[in-house]
C-alpha cells in the first residue's frame, strides 16, 4: 500500500466536511452527528458492507485509516465499459486501493452451454465479448472440430481469418475511441464508430447479422462470401488507411492526451506475465507473445508476419501498440485476400454432434488477449463441460496493481487503455 | 445406373478426419517430465497440441514450480486454470494450462481433488493471476484454495451459498429442489408472491363496433384473435 508523504498532504475534504457538518448543525440546533446503527454514518462509513470481512484481503480495503474514503465508481459509470463497479479507496484525491466488484453481467454463459448442444454453443458464446464476437466463436469451433475429428476445408479457414481480422480491426479503432473519451475527448469516439459500422456492415452482409454475427460452424462458415462482401470490402479497403490515419492524427500527438497516458500505469513485462495480462497489453510491455505465432491455428502459420511490440509499457504504449496491430491486420487481409483458395466453406457435419469422449483446448489470439476454451465431452450430444478463459477478465487484476499512489480521474484512463468489455468479464 | 446416383462429395468437403491420437512432436518434453516429475507423473497423454497428465491435487504447487523455474522446461506463462466436475460419486479437478517458448505444445496438469474435501493449496504465490482464476473456481465449484488471502465469490453475491457449477446444482427452473438449493428467493417458487398476476384485469380490446381496424371475425366472449390463437 502507498504511504502519503504527510509533507505533501493536500487539505483533508473529510476534515473540512466534518468541521461544515458541525457548524451546521449547531446552527441548527442539532446535536452532533454519531455513528450509529442505522442513522447517517458519516462519511468515513459509506461503502463499508455491513457483515464482518470474509478474507484479508477485504478487510484490508474495507478498513479506513484517518482521511480516507470509499468512493463507489459504478456500476452505472458511463466510463466502465460495461456494468462493474470499482470501489476505489482515496485519500483526498490520491488513490490509495482499488478493489473491484464484478458480477452484474454475470449470464451464466458455461452452464447454459453444458445445457446446450455443440452447435447451439455457438450461438450462446456471442454475447460474451461484445466487441470481438468472431473471435468468441473461433476457439469454440476449433475446439469442437478436435473433439469432433474434423477439419474445415481451406476457403472456410481463410474466410474465418478474414473475418476475424476485420473483426479485430473494429475492434482496436474502438479502444482508439474510448480512450480519448475516458479522457474527455468527444470527437474520436464518432469516427471510431463511423470506422466500426463500416466493418460491422461489411460482417454483416456476409454473416446475416449486425452485431453478433454467428457465422462460425463447426467445420466451416456458414455462408461464402457474395458480392455484396467483396464490392463493400474492396471500397472499405480503399478508404480504411485514410481513416485511420485521420483518427490516430486527432489523439496521437494530442498534448492533454500525451500527459495523461505517458508514464502511466507502467507495467513491466514480468508484471505483465504474473498478473495473467495478455495480448496487446503484454505486448505493449516487451513480450513478445501472441498466440498466432506460439501456437499457430487456423492459417496464421501461412500468413506472414512479426509480433509487434512496445517497449514503455504505459498507457501511451498500450494504445500505440492497437494502431500498430490494427495496420498489420489491414496486411494480414491482404495477404488472405490474394491467397484464398476456390471450394466449399463447410464440411459435412450433421446438426447434433456426438464427439467421442475426450478433451479438447483451444487457444486464439482475440483482439484482448489470450482467448481459450477447455471443453469436456462425454459422447453425449452437449459438452460435459465448457470452459472459457476471457483475456479481459484476467487482465482487470492490473489494476489494483497500478493505481495505487496515482489520481482518481486517471483510474479510468488507466482501466480504458487495458480495452476490458464487460460482457466477457462476466461471461 | 452410376449417374442416378447422388455424387459424392469431394474428399476437402468430407473433411479430413484428424487423428487424435497422434503424438506431437513433443517428444524432448514427454522426456523432460518423465525425468524431472517421474514420481508423481500419472496417466501421461498427448494429442495433436496438448501434452497432459494428472497430479495429486497436494502436490500442485510443487510440480507447477518445478515446471515455471526448471531451465529446461520454463513453463512461464498460466494460460488457464478451471475447475472440472466429474460428478458426485467421482471427483474435481483443477486443470492448468501452461505455456512455454522451449516446447511446442500447451501443458494440461489436471490436479485431482478430493470432492469431500475440496481443497487445494494455492497457486497465487507462483501466478499473482492465478486469484482471479481461483476465486471463480471457488465461486462456482465451491473449491477452497488454502492460502489464497482473497478467496471470496466474485461473481455470485456474498451471501449466496450454492456453487452453480456443479454437476449436482440444476438449472433455476428447479433449483429450489436442487440438494444445493439457494438463498436468492427468485430460485424458491414457493416464497413467490404471486397474488398481483392472478388478480390483475384481463387485457382486452374494445369491442369490434369501435375500432376501426377490427378484423373481420368478431371477438367472442372477450376472447382476444391473440387469445385464439395461443396453444390450449
Not at chain 1, 282 to 292: E, H, Q, T, Y
Not at chain 1, 331 to 343: A, E, R, S, T, V
Not at chain 1, 354 to 382: F, H
Not at chain 2, 172 to 186: E, F, H, I, M, T
Request: glycine fraction near 8%.
Amino acid at each position: 500500500m502507498t504511504k502519503i508523504d504527510p509533507e505533501t498532504r493536500i487539505p483533508d475534504p473529510i476534515e473540512l466536511d466534518r468541521l461544515e457538518e458541525a457548524r451546521l448543525r449547531g446552527a441548527a440546533g442539532l446535536v452532533p452527528a454519531r455513528a450509529t446503527g442505522g442513522e447517517y454514518a458519516g462519511f468515513d462509513q459509506v461503502g463499508i458492507p455491513d457483515r464482518p470481512p470474509q478474507t484479508d484481503r477485504e478487510r484490508e480495503v474495507y478498513s479506513l485509516e484517518e482521511g480516507e474514503m470509499l468512493v463507489n465508481m459504478g456500476p452505472q459509470h458511463p466510463s466502465t465499459h460495461g456494468v462493474m463497479r470499482l470501489v476505489v479507496k482515496v485519500r483526498g484525491e490520491i488513490v490509495v486501493d482499488v478493489d473491484p466488484v464484478l458480477g452484474y453481467l454475470h449470464r451464466g454463459i458455461e452452464k447454459l452451454c453444458e445445457n446446450a448442444t455443440y452447435t447451439t454453443v455457438l450461438t450462446y458464446v456471442d454475447p460474451m465479448d461484445y466487441l470481438s464476437t468472431m473471435h468468441n466463436e473461433h476457439a469454440p469451433a476449433i475446439a469442437f472440430e478436435k473433439l469432433y475429428g474434423v477439419e474445415p476445408p481451406k476457403r472456410a479457414e481463410y474466410i474465418r481469418a478474414l473475418v476475424v481480422e476485420l473483426n479485430r480491426i473494429f475492434s482496436h479503432g474502438l479502444m482508439m475511441g474510448f480512450l480519448a473519451l475516458d479522457m474527455g475527448g468527444i470527437t474520436p469516439i464518432l469516427y471510431a464508430f463511423i470506422n466500426r459500422d463500416e466493418i460491422v456492415d461489411l460482417l454483416s452482409s456476409i454473416s446475416g447479422q449486425r452485431m453478433l454475427f454467428n457465422f462460425f460452424r463447426v467445420g466451416g462458415v456458414n455462408f461464402d462470401t457474395n458480392d455484396e462482401f467483396l464490392s463493400r470490402l474492396g471500397t472499405w479497403r480503399g478508404n480504411v488507411l485514410k481513416n485511420i490515419e485521420m483518427n490516430e492524427r486527432m489523439i496521437t500527438d494530442n498534448e492533454i492526451f500525451r500527459a495523461r497516458t505517458m508514464n502511466m500505469g507502467t507495467l513491466t513485462g514480468r508484471d505483465a506475465i504474473a498478473l495473467g495480462v495478455t495480448g496487446p497489453n503484454l505486448r505493449a510491455s516487451g513480450v513478445p507473445f501472441d498466440v498466432r505465432k506460439a501456437h499457430p491455428y487456423s492459417i496464421y502459420n501461412e500468413l506472414e508476419f512479426d509480433v509487434i511490440t512496445q517497449e514503455a509499457g504505459d498507457s501511451y504504449a498500450r494504445y500505440l501498440q492497437r494502431i500498430a496491430e490494427i495496420k498489420q491486420s489491414i496486411h494480414l487481409i491482404d495477404q488472405i485476400i490474394d491467397k484464398m483458395p476456390h471450394g466449399p466453406v463447410q464440411a459435412q457435419v450433421p446438426g447434433i454432434i456426438r464427439p467421442r469422449p475426450g478433451r479438447a483446448y483451444a487457444a486464439i489470439e482475440s483482439p484482448r488477449g489470450l482467448y481459450s476454451v477447455y471443453s469436456i465431452s462425454d459422447g453425449g450430444p452437449n459438452p460435459y463441460r465448457f470452459r472459457m478463459r476471457d483475456p479481459s477478465f484476467i487482465s482487470l487484476q492490473a489494476i489494483p496493481k497500478l493505481m495505487p499512489g496515482r489520481l482518481v480521474a486517471d483510474t479510468m484512463a488507466v482501466m480504458a487503455s487495458f480495452d476490458p468489455v464487460m460482457g466477457g468479464v462476466d461471461k | 445406373m452410376a449417374h442416378l446416383r447422388r455424387p459424392r462429395p469431394a474428399t476437402h468437403a468430407l473433411g479430413r478426419r484428424r487423428a487424435l491420437s497422434t503424438p506431437v512432436a513433443a517428444g524432448a518434453l514427454v522426456r523432460t517430465l518423465t525425468e524431472r516429475l517421474g514420481y508423481n507423473l500419472g496417466n501421461l497423454w498427448t494429442d495433436e497440441d496438448t501434452v497432459e497428465f494428472t497430479v495429486d491435487g497436494a502436490r500442485n504447487v510443487e510440480v507447477l514450480t518445478t515446471l515455471r523455474d526448471d531451465p529446461d522446461l520454463e513453463f512461464f506463462m498460466l494460460a488457464d486454470a478451471a475447475a472440472v466436475d466429474y460428478g458426485t460419486d467421482a471427483h474435481f479437478e483443477v486443470v492448468y494450462h501452461l505455456f512455454s517458448w522451449k516446447h511446442p505444445a500447451w501443458l494440461r496438469v489436471r490436479a485431482r481433488v478430493d470432492r469431500a474435501n475440496p481443497r487445494v493449496p494455492t497457486v497465487t504465490g507462483l501466478w499473482e493471476g492465478a486469484m482471479f482464476h481461483e476465486r471463480e473456481m471457488f465461486d462456482m465449484m465451491g473449491i477452497i484454495f488454502d492460502g489464497n488471502r482473497d478467496l471470496r465469490r466474485i461473481y455470485m453475491s456474498p451471501d449466496y451459498r450454492s456453487f452453480p457449477q456443479r454437476r449436482d446444482f440444476v438449472l433455476p427452473d428447479d433449483a429450489a429442489d436442487s440438494p444445493a438449493a439457494g438463498v436468492n428467493p427468485l430460485e424458491r417458487p414457493e416464497t413467490w408472491d404471486l397474488t398481483r398476476f392472478n388478480e390483475a384485469p384481463a387485457v382486452t380490446f374494445p369491442p369490434s363496433s369501435e375500432r376501426d381496424d377490427a378484423p373481420a371475425e368478431g371477438v367472442e366472449g372477450g376472447e382476444t384473435l391473440a387469445d385464439k390463437s395461443r396453444p390450449r
